[in-house]
């Protein structure tokens, strides 16, 4: 059974944050753990699907009525205490005026599972506008999750592999660390993309939208890296899913990837495109990829060929490095699809300001062979780009003309640590 641990996140600088704190995003992303660490002084108030709240006020639990709820909120922040509300976004607007009331006194931490309720709190006719500091959580950065897990794990290259699927936190006690991650996916695909789907749904439940067969279409294409919004119009339009052609679904992928559910990549230089469409989780991206080639979801318990779990971590592994450089560069995350089926290149780190690129890497998570890197190399520099670097998960990679810099898992993990200002100490709960 794997060893209980915690993932040191930048999120707990949230404590750091004066007044009324409005958290919110995509659900199972860590935001309920992450604040009960932080603020374990608060009183916590839970709002429940049926529409009661689980009070856990100074040690007592009780289940008491949503205006009850609020009295007591009122109570205790009018007493200067600290007071966490849960599943915000089930609160009914007709008690914003209430909280409203409440405001400067004490310190209220809204927390919702929904990217859409910080458009409601913050329009111009909500009560509660003005009175939050809003603070997004998203996935567990790469960096953060490569840190903590680094110690239980049996070597770096493990240590990256297993940081990809630690983003989504709740896989954590369901694998153990210390086995080989392919393995353990092959494993436990079954069970896992169950563990999805009920995620997903519950995504769109708290946005207030139905997962539709449309939906569930874009996000199964889009999991099979079919990501050109025209040719996902043209699939769906020919299963009679859609009839509004690529408006449609340039809207679909739009608020899927408001949701949190996907991401646009910016694409470099990419004939007829700007942004690639994928899943925003490297985990939601591998389950998706092998129901959709394996059809696991309706009950076919078929071997799984682990060559084709690596398929797609190795993309994964290109898009979360590139995030993390981005970030430790100051650069925006990029990729480029060449002309002419030419391959592509696996990052492109963009200046923020002039769009122009600063540096590409060929990524692979194997051991570069010398004459491999140095077509790489050479690859990166005849797209105009002006330094070209190699990655690699599992050994440096080796030094080449025209190579700007070479980085193996040492190297990355360097960076994580300069691009992480949290204390990666490893902490048990």
Same mark, same amino acid.
């Given at each position: 059974?794997?060893?209980?641990? !915690? ?121 509660? &506008? ?34 990809? &699927? ?47 067969? !449309? ?33 449609? !679904? ?5 608020? &899927? ?32 990829? &092998? ?71 060929? !990524? ?66």
């Amino acid at each position: 059974m794997t060893q209980e641990f !915690v993932v040191r996140r930048r999120e707990e600088s949230i404590r750091n944050l004066e007044g009324w704190i409005l958290v919110y995003g995509r659900r199972k992303t860590g935001k309920t753990f992450t604040i009960r660490r932080v603020f374990n002084e608060a009183h916590y108030f839970v709002i429940t699907r049926s529409g009661h709240t689980i009070a856990e006020v100074e040690g007592r639990v009780t289940y008491i009525s949503l205006e009850e709820a609020v009295k007591q909120i009122g109570a205790l922040l009018k007493d200067e205490k600290m007071a966490v509300l849960d599943e915000f976004q089930r609160l009914p607007y007709k008690y914003w005026d209430a909280i409203a009331l409440c405001h400067p006194n004490g310190k209220l931490i809204a927390s919702g599972s929904s990217l859409g309720i910080l458009r409601k709190v913050v329009d111009r006719r909500s009560p509660l &506008l003005g009175l939050f500091t809003p603070f997004r959580f998203d996935l567990i950065r790469y960096s953060d999750a490569i840190l903590s897990i680094k110690d239980l794990c049996p070597s770096l290259r493990e240590a990256l592999l297993w940081g990809l &699927l630690i983003r989504d936190p709740w896989i954590i006690p369901m694998v153990c660390f210390e086995r080989d991650m392919v393995s353990e996916i092959c494993n436990k695909a079954y069970g896992l993309l169950a563990s999805a789907s009920g995620l997903v749904g519950e995504v769109f439940e708290e946005e207030e939208r139905a997962l539709t067969r !449309v939906y569930d279409a874009v996000l199964r294409l889009t999991g099979e890296s079919i990501w050109k919004p025209a040719e996902i119009a043209g699939i769906l339009t020919s299963n009679n899913l859609i009839s509004g052609g690529l408006p449609t !679904v340039d809207g679909l992928l739009n608020r &899927l990837a408001g949701m949190g559910l996907l991401e646009k990549v910016v694409l470099w230089k990419t004939k007829g495109a700007k942004y690639y469409f994928k899943h925003r989780s490297p985990l939601l991206s591998i389950l998706y990829y &092998l129901d959709q080639k394996l059809h696991i979801g309706e009950g076919f318990h078929k071997k799984i060929d682990p060559n084709l779990v690596m398929s797609v971590i190795g993309m994964e592994f290109q898009f979360a490095v590139g995030e993390m450089l981005a970030e430790y560069m100051g650069g925006i995350k990029g990729y480029t699809i060449l002309p002419n089926m030419g391959g592509d290149i696996d990052i492109v780190i963009l200046d923020p300001r002039l769009k122009r690129p600063i540096i590409g890497y060929e !990524v692979k998570i194997g051991e570069f062979e010398k004459r491999e890197a140095e077509k790489a190399v050479e690859k990166i520099h005849n797209f105009g780009i002006p330094k070209a670097g190699l990655i690699s998960a599992s050994a440096r990679p080796p030094s080449v003309a025209g190579s700007y810099e070479e980085l193996g898992p040492e190297e990355l993990f360097k960076i994580a640590k300069q691009a992480s200002p949290s204390n990666h100490q490893q902490t048990g709960h």
